[in-house]
């Protein structure tokens, strides 16, 4: 009885709750929407963990990832190049042109959010404590 009972309290009273909540948490689930709603085909340089979770919910309507968590599919001249972009170091902008990202979508903490996008002329399309997204341009 007592087993059942520490169950009972340990477990959340809606798992899928607790699912949602968490994915919520660790994916741009926020970004990925409006992604949707702008630029379903868009190419995304997003971040390397998150490049799944794109692929996962945009692949179909045609958008793509600039890398993902595969690094072993990637060119280390690719992977260099998106350290470049996520860093926002010298040559990061002629990178997002010649692959014609249409969305950079990065954590805040990242070099390329706290400011560099901004100035280069991207557009903030949404901020939260999780995402930071930006698109060429904002309608």
């Known amino acids: 009885?007592?087993?059942?009972?520490?169950?009972?309290?340990?477990?959340?009273?809606?798992?899928?709750?607790?699912?949602?909540?968490?994915?919520?948490?660790?994916?741009?689930?926020?970004?990925?929407?409006?992604?949707?709603?702008?630029?379903?085909?868009?190419?995304?340089?997003?971040?390397?963990?998150?490049?799944?979770?794109?692929?996962?919910?945009?692949?179909?309507?045609?958008?793509?990832?600039?890398?993902?968590?595969?690094?072993?599919?990637?060119?280390?001249?690719?992977?260099?190049e998106y350290n470049l972009v996520k860093n926002a170091e010298p040559g990061w902008q002629e990178i997002v042109d010649g692959y014609e990202v249409d969305a950079l979508l990065f954590p805040p903490f990242e070099p390329i959010t706290k400011g560099p996008a901004e100035d280069a002329g991207w557009c903030e399309a949404y901020r939260d404590d999780n995402e930071v997204l930006y698109l060429r341009s904002c309608t």
């Open 1 to 80: 009885l007592v087993a059942v009972a520490g169950v009972i309290i340990l477990a959340p009273p809606d798992p899928a709750a607790a699912v949602r909540a968490s994915i919520e948490r660790e994916l741009p689930v926020q970004g990925v929407e409006l992604l949707l709603e702008e630029v379903p085909d868009g190419r995304i340089a997003s971040w390397y963990g998150w490049g799944g979770y794109v692929i996962g919910n945009m692949y179909d309507s045609g958008a793509r990832v600039l890398v993902d968590g595969r690094n072993d599919m990637y060119d280390e001249a690719i992977l260099n």
